[in-house]
């Protein structure tokens, strides 16, 4: 499978604030990484895609202006939760396509807190 | 639209055999994973399925029918650290993307 790394591995931060969290592709040339979003005891929801040299796919009721993903190489993807609100305190988790039947494979997640 | 159920929680005995069951209704079908998540941490990878039958790796196998839209994943000689979330998640074609369950919590007891 792949490796992939995430930084921060967690962040606190103030309300009206914002944070960015990188996800690494450690072994692997990713054109494509998707970012997903996890509440607690909750399932993992897809965010975006993020392609490598063009502007990411976002779905539906995920504000892109909110989320900024920048995928400028072939093995950094970013995502910057703008003016953080409380409310998006989550854990994000990246993962990149590798391999049989491009199994995702995902990085260690960022747990955000927003006081 | 795109559903897929399994069970909210589970539990069982260290050294049993435990079944979590996945049915799903999605546009398109290009197989069906599962994934093991411990609190806290992020999914890992267990196993595999695209074509119906059963596919076994160690403790872990896994079975589908398409035609039923089931899915099952079959742990053995269960053992406390198999103690976690299991999300069983189909790539539909449709839409090109991975779509999640909600995930099986399964607590392993002595």
């Known amino acids: 499978g792949a490796v992939v790394s995430q930084h921060p591995s967690w962040v606190i931060c103030k309300s009206g604030t914002s944070v960015k969290i990188e996800c690494r592709s450690l072994?692997?040339?990713?054109?494509?990484m998707f970012w997903y979003r996890q509440f607690p005891k909750q399932s993992l929801m897809l965010m975006a895609t993020?392609?490598?040299?063009?502007?990411?796919?976002?779905e539906q009721g995920v504000e892109k202006d909110k989320f900024l993903i920048n995928h400028a190489s072939l093995t950094l993807s970013t995502l910057t939760v703008t003016s953080a609100h409380p409310e998006d305190s989550s854990f994000y988790i990246c993962?990149?396509?590798?391999?049989?039947?491009?199994?995702?494979?995902f990085g260690p997640g960022t747990r955000l807190t927003v006081l | 639209g795109q559903n897929i159920d399994q069970p909210t929680e589970m539990t069982a005995t260290e050294g049993a055999i435990v079944q979590i069951n996945c049915t799903y209704q999605?546009?398109?079908?290009?197989?069906l994973f599962w994934y093991q998540q411990h609190a806290g941490e992020a999914p890992t990878f267990l196993s595999y399925?695209?074509?119906?039958g059963l596919e076994e790796k160690g403790r872990f196998s896994s079975f589908l029918s398409r035609s039923k839209g089931y899915s099952y994943l079959l742990l053995k000689e269960l053992q406390m650290k198999d103690s976690a979330s299991y999300l069983c998640?189909?790539?539909?074609?449709?839409?090109?993307?991975?779509?999640f369950g909600a995930g099986t919590r399964l607590a392993v007891h002595p």
């Open positions: 399925n695209v074509l119906d």
């Open positions: 993962s990149q396509q590798a391999g049989r039947a491009d199994t995702q494979y």
């Open positions: 998640a189909v790539y539909s074609g449709g839409y090109n993307k991975l779509i």
């Open positions: 993020s392609n490598e040299g063009s502007k990411a796919t976002y």
């Open positions: 999605t546009s398109g079908f290009n197989g």
């Open positions: 072994d692997f040339q990713a054109t494509t």
